[in-house]
């Protein structure tokens, strides 16, 4: 059995928030700036734990290479959210509410473009990445403001603030409700699950909810959905392209310190229409597919097969809520049509692991706390087949994305 700890969902989002510094691992790229190329390329962040902090590195590459090693990569600063649209790596740095954008020469130096500021739009709350809807369209969302900003990821200037209604419970400190990612359908929404980290236990919210953003008449609504009890801030992706809303750790341990009786479950899985609206013929128990005590998330959903972490029947809450994420978790695999339910050992050997990005509809993993002590970058074949196909030298792999 493993802990909690062992698979960490969008890690390469979730953990960088740090002051934002940028320099240069070569003496080269102070020189000259290289430009934008046109050449395909991948790219790939690490992050790298020094005596004075973490420290973040980007390289880009035609493919990807069998080392991945930070000394050959650019400095980015000792925090920073990275990712990708079209023909440029992106830096967001939520400290300062700036984006930087980076251009990749055909020969694969890195170098920065233009930035984008926030400050002074008057969000205040934090808020996760952009989405992108297109080269000259891109939206951040800070929903627990009442406040969506437009901005053109060519020009990178502001082009529109618009005023929305205001995420329900967001400011509320007994509930947190709060959304971090975003997903930009072919429907023209952008769908955003929301997930709470109550601190009042009793206060845990008895719905599913997403936020969804219509791009014509660029206005906001809540959809919930009673069938399950709120999830987590991201969805599962299935390999057909599906969104999945999915069980949190944070419903789970409110649930099993709260007086709160009949709620629906917080163990479900329910499926996300393009158009903002739940599936009302797709729904899951997964607690009782699996006789768990509880499910803290499901990975993701390749094929049929829906990859879940739990606590099994025999899980007894301990006294202190500390000590309830450090409980052993096991893991399986659910058939989503027969429920059948598969052990899943695939990870072990490479301890805590969480995805990094997807490239051309294929899922990608980093890792830390392997029992050799590599970090490695993992490729998805299957249910539960994965390559690894990179040895990151130096530290953990924290993105990777594809460029043109």
């Not at 297109?134 to 900003?149: P, Q, R, V």
């Not at 069980?247 to 649930?255: G, T, V, W």
């Amino acid at each position: 059995m493993k802990t909690n700890r062992f698979f960490i969902k969008h890690a390469a989002l979730a953990i960088m928030c740090s002051v934002f510094a940028l320099t240069s691992c070569s003496s080269d790229d102070s020189k000259k700036d290289e430009g934008q190329g046109n050449n395909p390329a991948v790219i790939a962040s690490v992050r790298v734990n020094t005596p004075g902090g973490r420290v973040f590195y980007l390289g880009a590459y035609d493919k990807f290479p069998s080392t991945l090693d930070y000394k050959t990569m650019t400095e980015i600063g000792p925090g920073a959210t990275i990712y990708s649209y079209g023909e440029h790596p992106y830096v967001w740095n939520g400290t300062a509410s700036t984006l930087t954008k980076y251009n990749v020469s055909n020969d694969m130096k890195i170098s920065a473009s233009d930035a984008l500021s926030l400050t002074g739009t008057g969000v205040s709350g934090t808020f996760g990445p952009p989405a992108f809807v297109s080269e000259t369209e891109a939206y951040f969302f800070a929903l627990n403001d009442g406040k969506i900003i437009k901005f053109n990821p060519t020009t990178m200037a502001i082009t529109e603030t618009i005023a929305v209604t205001p995420l329900p419970f967001s400011n509320d400190a007994g509930i947190k409700t709060a959304t971090y990612m975003s997903y930009v359908t072919s429907a023209k929404k952008i769908i955003l699950p929301i997930a709470a980290t109550p601190t009042d236990y009793n206060r845990f919210l008895q719905y599913a909810q997403i936020a969804v953003f219509d791009l014509t008449t660029k206005a906001v609504t809540y959809v919930k959905d009673s069938r399950m009890s709120m999830g987590y801030h991201t969805f599962a992706k299935g390999t057909d392209g599906s969104l999945y809303y999915r069980p949190s750790r944070e419903s789970a341990i409110s649930l099993d310190y709260s007086t709160v009786t009949g709620n629906p479950t917080t163990s479900g899985l329910l499926k996300v229409n393009p158009n903002g609206t739940f599936d009302p013929n797709f729904f899951v128990d997964l607690k009782a597919a699996l006789n768990a005590h509880s499910v803290n998330v499901v990975a993701y959903v390749h094929g049929d097969k829906a990859l879940a972490q739990y606590l099994d029947n025999t899980f007894t809450p301990p006294a202190k809520p500390a000590d309830w994420y450090n409980a052993p978790t096991k893991f399986a695999l659910v058939d989503l049509k027969t429920l059948k339910v598969e052990p899943f050992t695939s990870f072990e050997k490479y301890g805590t692991v969480y995805t990094v990005g997807t490239i051309d509809g294929v899922e990608y993993y980093g890792n830390i706390t392997a029992p050799d002590g590599k970090f490695s970058l993992l490729k998805q074949k299957g249910a539960a087949d994965f390559e690894a196909i990179s040895e990151a030298i130096g530290g953990s792999v924290i993105f990777v994305g594809k460029l043109r």
